[in-house]
Nanobody, 124 residues
Framework: QGTLVESGGGEVQAGGSLRLSCRASERTFPSSAMAWFRQAPGKDREFVAGISWNSASTYYDDSVEGRFTISRNNARNMVYLQMNNLQPSDTAVYYC?????????????????WGQGTQVTVST
């Protein structure tokens, strides 16, 4: 079983930017679609952005489209989330995970194991 380690969170003012990083130790990382999810206090975890194994396909939730960019480096087993124009509604713990059904954006399903996440707090 591999591990997922997220980093790069912090506190910023509205309109600011952050870049999240995720290191995955899974052997299957280079051939796996990856995604970022987030969980705000009192809410369910939700999908934010996904990327295919070869970066050819990306998909974003409407709430972050045009502001966030997902990318990956397979040689380093890393996936990133560049977040611009952050808003208070983006405040959450952010997690990365592999996707069970690859880049089938109609069936986004992460695996059951999660990392510790990284906290993003956006103030007004």
């Amino acid at each position: 079983q591999g591990t997922l380690v997220e980093s790069g969170g912090g506190e910023v003012q509205a309109g600011g930017s952050l870049r999240l990083s995720c290191r995955a130790s899974e052997r299957t990382f280079p051939s796996s679609a990856m995604a970022w999810f987030r969980q705000a206090p009192g809410k369910d975890r939700e999908f934010v952005a996904g990327i295919s194994w070869n970066s050819a396909s990306t998909y974003y939730d409407d709430s972050v489209e045009g502001r966030f960019t997902i990318s990956r480096n397979n040689a380093r087993n890393m996936v990133y989330l560049q977040m611009n124009n952050l808003q208070p509604s983006d405040t959450a713990v952010y997690y990365c995970n592999l996707l069970q059904y690859g880049d089938n954006w109609y069936a986004i399903r992460p695996y059951d194991d999660w990392g510790q996440g990284t906290q993003v707090t956006v103030s007004t």
